[in-house]
């Protein structure tokens, strides 16, 4: 029954916090520009509009992808709120990650093509990180399960300060963030603004919109994990990585994808692989 209210719960938190942690972000994006900005509320505005238009695809596919992108990311997410196994989560958010790229890919439109091949250039880059990290809170805790990282005495970024910072990697590319916002954006000076997402439109966009609030929930999450013995520190960790977050993506023009995987490879699963040979000596 625990598990149950713990699953509910977070069915329905998770796009109320995301939507919420997107409309911060345009406050203080806003606030980098110097101009005043929308209000908090906007993205869910924003999703409210977009419910209400006329449903709109190229082909039937986009419809199924669309809801399977959203069904793993609620799912993953009501996982992780009932103390789930990690890999379970990641398999989930993958299946949901692949499901959104070829709806992308079923549209002939150019945009959409281009933008899809970009994300799943993006995917290549953050799941192996992932699963470095993964494996590092298995070398600490014994056990892939959420629950086991809760029973520390010490926090996680204690003993994995390089896996945190590699995970900073996955996180800037699952927010589209600058400077790995190439396959999709949110904001108007990209060269390619919203790629995969070129030929969703109306409802099926909406549905897109919310499975990314779910998805940010579930990456600032992960986050939270790394500082689980006090909650005020927990607090403290998730506002200045995200503050981080949104301070590179107003200071950091977008780079290529080459760049990305050369980074993301070389520097996040160096520091990641440096970090699991320091805890498996320990």
């Known amino acids: 029954m625990d598990t149950l209210i713990l699953v509910i719960i977070g069915l329905v938190a998770g796009p109320v916090i995301g939507g919420l942690v997107a409309g911060l972000d345009r406050r203080v994006t806003a606030w980098f520009q110097s101009r005043q900005g929308p209000p908090i509320m906007q993205a869910f505005y924003d999703v409210a509009k977009l419910l209400g238009k006329e449903k709109m695809v190229v082909n039937q596919w986009q419809i199924l992808c669309a809801w399977v992108y959203l069904i793993a990311a609620a799912v993953s997410v009501a996982l992780f709120f009932a103390q789930g196994d990690l890999l379970v989560i990641f398999f989930v958010q993958a299946v949901g990650a692949v499901f959104l790229v070829m709806g992308a890919m079923s549209a002939k439109s150019p945009y959409s093509q281009v933008g899809a091949q970009r994300e799943l250039m993006q995917i290549l880059a953050y799941e192996p990180v992932l699963i470095l990290v993964f494996v590092g809170i298995y070398l600490v805790t014994g056990s892939f399960s959420i629950s086991s990282v809760w029973e520390l005495e010490q926090p996680l970024l ?125």
């Open 158 to 282: 204690a003993k994995m300060p390089l896996l945190y910072l590699a995970l900073g990697y996955a996180l800037t590319i699952k927010l589209r963030k600058s400077p790995f916002d190439f396959s999709t954006s949110h904001h108007g000076h990209q060269e390619l603004v919203k790629g995969v997402l070129t030929e969703y439109s109306g409802p099926y966009l909406a549905l897109v919109e919310i499975a990314h609030w779910y998805e940010t929930v579930l990456v600032l999450g992960l986050c939270a994990l790394f500082w689980s013995t006090n909650v005020f520190w927990m607090a403290a960790l998730l506002i200045g990585t995200y503050a981080l977050e949104i301070l590179v993506d107003n200071t950091m023009a977008r780079m290529t994808w080459r760049w990305m995987l050369k980074r993301v490879w070389l520097l996040g699963m160096g520091m990641s692989v440096v970090n699991l040979i320091w805890l498996y000596a320990g």
